[in-house]
């Protein structure tokens, strides 16, 4: 595979940069060459069910994306558009930070799969997913 | 296919206790037995990328497993849990509010699927999807 | 949405010159606009589980691409390769013969997107799903 | 996660009693607690088009399927029903022999998700892709 291209110092400011991934107060933990490791903030307004008080799935499919295409970012330069996405729950996550990590797939000249997992603060898989991206308008 | 069990105005209470899709600003403006048509009101933090100020695929993921689970409520009396969500992004969303419309794929008695698509204030389709609920713990 | 640009004549030689489809049995049995529909004959090794004598997953999932990428060929002039695909299996499809249904979802210029229902002989939803296509190189 | 509660040699049995498995000449080369590795002999009715010769994506999905699920089986006893499935394609699979891994993502009470890739005789990675395995029916 590649080699990244791309500091995790940089990949931060881009990633939060995005007004969004700043909402949910993304942070990159880690980045080596085979995966990116990033740290979500939790707040009250990712509630899903107020009664049951789990985080919403769709932060968490968020959470899947960014993971993936800042890996992808880390071997391309950039960040690139999604173009699908998959994302498995595995269990409901309760109020809490949450840290997912992301790797490729594969790198390809016009698009390109990257996965990752969400887990909890005690460690557990709460979601994981694949996504597609669009890789072809980055190169040169 | 089984007759709508929940009235708009119920599922739209249940719509926005629920944390994330009150700041997402979700409202259902229209349910008969096939489809659930909800809008979002557009806001700054969904930006994505500042530059290109598109709205982060993230919130387009959300309003897809959003919009094809309160069709699965319609049928089933509650939104159920998401067990496998896919999102396809077609085209970029730009600044403004948006709109999904969810229909029911296979109401079955442990898994029902349903799909949504989203779209612009210009009508054109932004995203679509499909995801996998659990509506097996909803029986009683 | 375009129309049209093959006649179905064109298709049907198109989708039996493949080896796999011919052993399939697969036959165009309507095209317009908005559909396409193709017919399966079903064979002794098509069989999963040998006592349940259900129809292989595999033989289903196959179907949900050849249907939506033929239809995705009506408008592009040539099927064009399956970057990924899902697949959500509804029933059991028990011994005999398929329909497959499918219809355009998005077409762009680099990636094209479609979806397709596989329907048993009594019109019982066994399968459904959706396919991205990378349509680029079909372009000129 | 839960050890392997069967041995190859009994799970090569359930592997080609299916009978598509048997015409895609499945066999299972290992199986450790991590992994199932599972080679596919290939045939010429396998082929897609026929001038560029490459292997048919449903065969390839059929193959992600199987392997993850036959890790499903290998910790919970049997296969599983197939609830859905992604499979990405990441390069065309010429004429030869395929081999497949799969892996476990989670196995739950109610349903699983495994993954596989698969590889061809050069060992690139032509496929990947996950399911969502109901083991809900397995236990007793």
């Known amino acids: 595979m590649a080699d990244n291209v ?3 110092e940089k990949l931060q400011e881009r990633l939060v940069a995005n007004h969004f991934n700043a909402w949910m107060g993304l942070s990159i933990l880690s980045l ?3 995966s990116i490791e990033i740290s979500m903030t939790w707040r ?22 960014v993971a993936a295409d800042f890996m992808i970012a880390a071997k391309a330069g950039a960040p690139a558009p999604t173009v699908d996405l998959r994302v498995d729950y595995h269990r409901a996550a309760t109020p809490g930070d949450l840290r997912a990590v992301g790797r490729i797939i594969r790198v390809g000249g016009t698009f390109s799969t990257a996965e990752a997992e969400v887990f909890d603060s005690d460690g557990k898989l709460v979601a994981s997913g694949r996504g597609l991206y669009y890789t072809g308008a980055l190169k040169q």
Not at 46 to 60: C, D, E, F
């Open 6 to 8: 791309v500091s995790a």
């Open 32 to 34: 080596d060459e085979e």
């Open 44 to 65: 009250e307004e990712m509630i899903s069910n107020p009664k049951a008080r789990v985080t919403h799935g769709g932060i968490l499919g968020a959470l899947v994306d």
